[in-house]
């Protein structure tokens, strides 16, 4: 398959959280105002101004006893066929940008004249776009198009110091996606890939996907639709634009 794909290896991530650093730095994103919540995990959720978060999660055997922690560095995945632009495009096209070269899935300043975020967000099997109260701008991840454009390493797998985060040609990180999990089943015996055949944001996960975080892979309930099943549930409620 053409174009771009991260592979996020969470054997590897020591949740230093320069992912998130880098992320903020070179979106130029504010700082969250943020409490403490009971959790090493900070801010406590994705958001307009965060677009990468590193989630923190207990694992805990049948007895209740902490086994180990899990880091989860999420973000959007850019989905093959994302079911967000397909959502968007029944009132405008130009709304949600798919670039055709790599594959990035990026929010454009016209998201704010949708008429209804939640049907945006709802459609997202992972509940990842987020809306600025004020400008009612959508926002998440670009995979820092402007860099890959550039030749560059979107910022979060550059200054990456484990090796955990990856990027390149989506048939690339697929074929390492694949090795390393051969490679981690070896000791977690749990070890799995997200969703590797329908996302450019591939993750070995060292244990069942739910475990670490509610909406870590498709769900039944959300499942990732191609193109026509989409199209065919929003039929009845399209409407244009006034």
């Known amino acids: ?46 958001s307009a101004i965060t677009y990468k978060l590193v989630r923190m999660q207990e694992i ?7 086994v180990t922690w899990a ?12 079911p967000c632009k397909m959502t968007a495009d029944a009132y405008d096209s130009a709304a949600i940008y798919h670039d055709e070269k790599t594959g990035a899935v990026v929010f454009t300043e016209k998201t704010k004249d949708l008429p209804d975020f939640n049907e945006i967000r709802e459609s997202c ?18 995979m820092c198009l402007d860099r890959v454009q550039n030749g560059l390493k979107p910022a979060c797998v550059q ?3 484990t090796g955990a985060m990856n990027f390149g040609d989506y048939d690339d990180m ?16 749990e070890a799995t890939l997200g969703d590797p055949e329908s ?4 993750y070995l996960y060292p244990v069942e996907p739910q ?3 509610t909406y870590a892979v498709a769900s039944l309930d959300v499942p990732l639709l191609d193109r026509r099943s989409l199209l065919a549930r929003l039929a009845p409620f399209r409407r244009p634009l006034a």
């Open 1 to 46: 398959m053409s174009g771009k794909a991260f592979f996020v290896d969470l054997t590897k991530c020591t949740a230093c959280r320069g992912c998130q650093v880098a992320c903020k730095q070179w979106n130029k994103l504010p700082a969250e105002e943020t409490r403490n919540w009971g959790s090493h995990q900070n801010p406590k959720d994705l």
């Open 60 to 66: 805990a055997d049948a007895q209740g006893e902490l």
């Open 71 to 82: 880091f989860f560095p999420e973000q959007c995945r850019h989905c093959i066929e994302p």
């Open 125 to 142: 099997p992972y509940n990842i776009p987020r809306q600025n109260a004020q400008t009612k701008v959508m926002a998440k991840c670009t």
């Open 159 to 161: 200054v990456c110091p």
């Open 174 to 189: 697929l074929a390492l996606a694949q090795k390393r999990l051969t490679e981690a089943q070896k000791r977690y015996p």
């Open 199 to 202: 996302v450019r944001v591939i």
């Open 211 to 213: 475990k670490i975080y």
